[in-house]
């Protein structure tokens, strides 16, 4: 009944073998794996979904055991119920030799929805220095997205001396953030060393119009080497960036 492609047909296949679950898990999984007919294994991985946390056990049973171009509908069946237990062979799927490319790019956007897991972040990370553009423009997306988790280990990342290209995807990822963490990167400028120091001028000079308030702010703080960098920065921002963000300022005082 799967094979029907009737949507009034499909709809009732659902409800029944989401009624009869977990019975029903094993032959669905099977169908995604298995089936000839790749129209039926996304079905199968939409009822699984539908189905909800009762298929996560035994689909991670079978994560590992890939299956080139379905084990890919396994991942997004994870992404979509977003279950912690996964996180774990997910970061093993991921650090896979040789993994097909769309499957790593399925794999980095599940991690991705783990914004309150720290464990997820490293293996993000290391995506940054792959030689495939798409799987490195999916860790940024990725990272960003994580936000506020992500942070603290990008920052680490950025003091230390990395290939220029990585560097610049460290950035972008943290670029990417919303809301962009001005405050936080401003508060690490008194302690940091050289090299990250750098790194925060040339995120705020990037970022733009949200730095430039933030940084308008610090004009006036009582350390002053804060001071002197909020100055520094500003001062080499253009004028349709920056004279908004003054007169805010001076709006507020």
Do not use: W
Request: glycine residues 4%; negative net charge; aromatic residues 2%.
């Amino acid at each position: 009944l799967v094979h029907d492609t009737s949507p009034s047909v499909q709809q009732q296949i659902v409800d029944v073998l989401r009624f009869y679950a977990p019975e029903s898990i094993p032959g669905l999984l099977d169908l995604v794996l298995t089936d000839t007919s790749s129209a039926v294994a996304e079905r199968a991985a939409h009822i699984l979904m539908n189905i909800g946390n009762a298929v996560v056990e035994p689909l991670l049973a079978v994560l590992l055991d890939i299956v080139p171009e379905r084990t890919r509908l396994l991942v997004q069946v994870l992404e979509k119920i977003h279950d912690t237990r996964s996180i774990p062979l997910l970061i093993t799927l991921l650090q896979t030799p040789r993994l097909e490319p769309l499957l790593a790019v399925a794999t980095i956007q599940a991690l991705a929805q783990f914004p309150e897991e720290p464990r997820v972040v490293p293996p993000l990370l290391s995506v940054l220095s792959d030689t495939n553009p798409l799987l490195c423009e999916e860790g940024v997306n990725a990272l960003s997205q994580l936000g506020e988790v992500a942070f603290n280990d990008l920052i680490a990342a950025l003091a230390v001396p990395q290939e220029a290209a990585v560097t610049q995807r460290m950035r972008r990822a943290l670029l990417g953030m919303k809301p962009f963490p001005a405050e936080q990167l401003v508060q690490l400028l008194e302690q940091a060393g050289e090299l990250l120091v750098q790194q925060i001028l040339i995120l705020f000079k990037m970022q733009g119009a949200e730095s430039a308030q933030v940084l308008v702010r610090h004009l006036l703080d009582r350390n002053e080497l804060i001071r002197d960098y909020a100055q520094q920065v500003l001062n080499d921002m253009p004028g349709p960036i920056v004279v908004p963000a003054l007169l805010e300022g001076l709006s507020q005082t």
